[in-house]
């Protein structure tokens, strides 16, 4: 009970989302009718989170501040971890929130670039133009139209951007663009989510490959010639090395 009351009397950090200046506030004040007031992960139709009216010395005014969730209270990095999972990453933890409703309240509130070339996969998208339904979700989350056969498409597609293996987002040109709907300029670009989750796929996938590949010529060592040998030692010692010096 005591650790309790300890925990309630403790400053809360806030950070001013104008000028980003530093300051603390008790756990127990709030503002009636406060415009900048958000509580929870889509408390506001701004995407406002844990924020508040508080005034900041730097700008000389009251100003939304930004509250930092205190690391003795749940997980502060939840808010992160649902936004990255709504945008097309895995969940870690335990219960799983709804990912369909988290995605409907998350794109609801904040408007989208209309010229982000997306990534899907290509089966769904094969399927959705050939029952005629056109539509399927993109790795991000967003709901793409597919507006060509995807049998025609991959013939004329261009090699992919990649660094080792992964691809890299590129901005497709310099040029903003308005959209109509809402008014807003946006570049034609990659969608850097869709890029994200594709290579987070073929990280896991390559480290499945990878772990099982090892475990076979670990029970086989005998299959490995003296040439291929010398080539996985001057690969593994220096890994091995590394995780030594980290363990000790």
Known sequence: MQAVKVAASVRRKALCCVCGNLRTVSPD????????????????????????TLKCDACQDRTRHALLRPTHVGDPDYDEKCQRYILGGEWHDQYAPDRE?????????????????????????????????????????????VKVDPRQAAKYSEPEHRINGYLVAEQLSDIEYEDPETGLWWLDMDCVDCIRVSNELRRTRRRKLLESWLAWFARHPETIGDTDAETLMAVLEPLAKALNEQQT
């Not at 004040?29 to 989170?49: I, K, M, V």
């Open 101 to 145: 409703q988290l995605r409907a309240e998350y794109f609801a509130q904040f408007a989208r670039n209309p010229y982000l070339t997306h990534r899907r996969y290509t089966a769904e998208a094969q399927k959705a133009w050939d029952d005629g339904t056109k539509w399927v979700t993109a790795l991000c989350g967003a709901q793409i139209e």
């Open 29 to 52: 004040y709030h503002r009636s009718n406060d415009p900048n007031y958000g509580y929870g992960d889509q408390a506001r139709a701004e995407g406002w989170r844990h924020t508040q």
